[in-house]
């Protein structure tokens, strides 16, 4: 479950995120209140049944799968910047040698204690100045981990207009289109456009 799901799922006001204040506030706001009024009933309620992490072991590695960290499920931004000591925190809290996680939407690995962190990137809205959508896979055979991530091309410009069509603000439209967020600013005036 990202932190998304939760607000969507439990209708709350805000995606909790550490948006900067001002437009870029409104804006995610403003997408949250909208696909709460979209998503049906039985939708939030697969949301709400998504667990908060994922924990298995194959060949003999452990994994835990979070949105945010170990330490804070949903919404700990864990960046390639976040400091060794915040990592060290984070590597000694569980046992899994390899913890994967997103919020962020940027890839990362860090190597911490002989541990893996890994941010997946992101299906929906990278911010790695790269728009198309983006995964990982792992693989681990006899002993050896592999590892590759990989970016997928999509109609941007399809869900671009998709956004407009239903009113939703241009900035959201911008963002995916750059794949990064961007220093946003109150329109003068209300923009209307296509892609």
Sequence with gaps: MGNYDDAIA????????TYNPGRETEIGDESVNW?????????????KSLPKRIEFEFEG????????SPLNDLLEYVKPNTPVERLKEIAESVE???????HTHITMIKKVFNKMI???GSVGRPKDNDYRT???????EKAVLSFEFIRLDYNVKKTCEKISEVNLPAELSTVLALGNTFKMAKPKENLNFKI
């Design 134 to 140: 983006g995964y990982l896979i792992i693989d681990i």
């Design 35 to 47: 696909t709460i009024k979209n998503t049906t009933k039985e939708n939030k309620e697969y949301l």
């Design 10 to 17: 439990y209708e709350k006001e805000s995606c909790g995120c």
């Design 118 to 120: 890994f941010n997946t």
């Design 61 to 68: 590695v452990k994994f835990l799968l979070v949105h945010g």
């Design 96 to 102: 899994a040698d390899i913890i994967i996680n997103g």
